[in-house]
């Protein structure tokens, strides 16, 4: 499921942090299983890291918003 980023906006700060401490897990386990040969699935890796990218942005832009 992609995640999109007028979904995160909507979403507490806790709430963005165990989705990031959660997509950097799954993303562990899909090198893992790259480097075992046990998953042909290696596009997810390049999905979970552009879902980590914009997890991160909305928390950049919640911190600009609260220091204005």
């Known amino acids: ?6 979904d995160l906006r ?3 700060g806790e709430e963005l942090d165990i ?8 993303i562990f386990e899909l090198r893992s299983q790259r480097l075992d040969s046990k998953t042909q699935k290696t ?3 390049g999905q979970k890291r552009k879902e980590i990218a914009r997890i991160l942005t ?5 911190a ?3 220091a204005q």
């Open 43 to 45: 596009h997810l890796i």
């Open 19 to 26: 989705k990031l401490d959660t997509l950097r897990m799954e």
């Open 58 to 62: 909305v928390k950049r832009e919640k």
């Open 10 to 12: 909507n979403e507490a």
């Open 1 to 6: 499921v992609m995640l999109k980023a007028k």
């Open 64 to 66: 600009l918003e609260r």
